[in-house]
Nanobody
Framework: QVHLVESGGGLVQAGGSLRLSCAGS????????MGWFRQAPGKEREFVAA????????KYADSVKGRFTISRDNAENTVYLQMNILEPEDTAVYYC???????????????????WGQGTQVTVSS
């Protein structure tokens, strides 16, 4: 089992940057594909980015490609989401998630993930 805790959210002006962290527990953290999702008020949860278990492959939603970067440090059981050039449309609660049985074609599907953090609020002001 994996317990996930996000941190790093906050209020930032448009054009600014934030780095989210997701700390995982358990000795098997490095065997999980990790994903970031977000949910804005009144909207469905949407995929943001994912990274393979060893960090060699990544995938991004088109809306964040070129602005966000996902990375991981398995020695520290942590996955990161560096968010640059933030826009008001990026305002949402951001969640990290862990799953083992994912392929590159399934990483964007929230139902494929087994474990979720509690979320961290990101607010981008215009």
């Amino acid at each position: 089992q994996v317990h996930l805790v996000e941190s790093g959210g906050g209020l930032v002006q448009a054009g600014g940057s934030l780095r989210l962290s997701c700390a995982g527990s358990g000795r098997t953290f490095s065997t999980y594909v990790m994903g970031w999702f977000r949910q804005a008020p009144g909207k469905e949860r949407e995929f943001v980015a994912a990274i393979s278990s060893r960090g060699g492959s990544t995938k991004y939603a088109d809306s964040v490609k070129g602005r966000f970067t996902i990375s991981r440090d398995n020695a520290e059981n942590t996955v990161y989401l560096q968010m640059n050039i933030l826009e008001p449309e990026d305002t949402a609660v951001y969640y990290c998630a862990a799953g083992q049985s994912l392929t590159i074609s399934s990483v964007a599907r929230s139902l494929e993930y087994e474990y979720w953090g509690q979320g961290t609020q990101v607010t981008v002001s215009s």
